[in-house]
């Protein structure tokens, strides 16, 4: 499981194996029994949520997007 950073005592990562065929570029967001993902493209969106409240949702989706390009770039250069 590549973490790609880590923010706020969040862990952004994603997983060895996305799916075959591969999922769309997404990141997964997790913190103490909580985990929720995001697709990156066309525009940040939650894809789903499973522990986290709203307003940590809205900041995740912040993070997410001020980290979209380095996001981006780490799911590229892993998965090729």
């Known amino acids: ?3 790609v950073f880590r923010s706020e005592g969040f862990r952004f990562h994603f997983y060895s194996d ?3 065929p591969r999922e ?3 990141i997964h967001v997790a913190q103490a029994g909580a985990d929720a993902k ?3 493209f ?3 969106l939650l894809a789903y949520n499973r522990g ?3 307003r940590t949702i809205r900041r995740l989706q912040d993070i997410v997007s001020d980290h979209r390009s380095e996001i ?3 799911w590229n ?3 090729g």
């Open 24 to 26: 769309s570029i997404h």
């Open 72 to 74: 981006e770039e780490a």
């Open 38 to 40: 995001f697709w990156l």
């Open 42 to 44: 066309p525009e940040v």
């Open 77 to 79: 250069e892993y998965f």
């Open 18 to 20: 996305e799916g075959n």
């Open 1 to 3: 499981m590549p973490v």
């Open 52 to 54: 986290f409240d709203a």
